[in-house]
């Protein structure tokens, strides 16, 4: 005769002991987890680099153009600019053999609504100090641009004097960084 109470409890101890596994997983999983450290605000930022240098005198002909976009969102909090001239040949040759409208840098960073937040136009060596930008109360989001038109020479043959320039501009924006993971989001 059967014992319809065997064939039960036999299924109920394979039912508990494949459901005590996963269970068993997710208790493991919390512990580990609570062992992990929390996710911190971090800083990302990213940089817009424009150089050039001028290695000919023939350069003078033909003016340098570059347009560069970047992107500000809700989480920019700071952008900084460096900028940098040196005009080696124009300050090596006779002042009446160029004049100041032959030699230039001129910058313009606009941002997205078309209101220019920077610039700069200089016509000999210039070294400013970096300029930060604050949001007030915060950066028009979307492609801002950063246009430069320059005109310069240099010469390689005897000495190396070349005109050149640098901008360098810095884009900070916050994100969470999560412990063992490289990406900030």
Not at 120 to 145: C, I, K, R
């Amino acid at each position: 005769m059967r014992r319809p109470g065997l064939g039960a409890a036999l299924l109920m101890a394979v039912l508990m002991a494949s459901t005590s596994g996963c269970m068993g997983l997710i208790a493991a999983r919390e512990s580990v987890e609570s062992l992990r450290p929390e996710a911190y605000e971090s800083f990302n930022n990213k940089k817009v680099t424009i150089m050039h240098q001028f290695t000919t005198v023939a350069d003078y002909a033909d003016e340098y153009t570059n347009r560069s976009v970047f992107l500000v969102n809700d989480k920019t909090t700071e952008i900084n600019v460096y900028f940098k001239a040196t005009f080696e040949l124009s300050r090596n040759l006779p002042s009446s053999f160029w004049d100041n409208e032959s030699r230039y840098v001129r910058a313009t960073l606009t941002d997205s609504e078309g209101m220019v937040q920077w610039e700069q136009d200089v016509s000999e060596d210039a070294n400013p100090l970096e300029e930060t930008l604050q949001p007030n109360p915060s950066f028009a989001q979307g492609e801002w641009e950063l246009d430069v038109k320059a005109r310069g020479g240099g010469d390689n043959t005897v000495i190396s004097v070349n005109d050149n320039f640098v901008i360098i501009v810095t884009i900070t924006n916050t994100c969470t960084q999560y412990p063992l993971v490289e990406d900030c989001f």
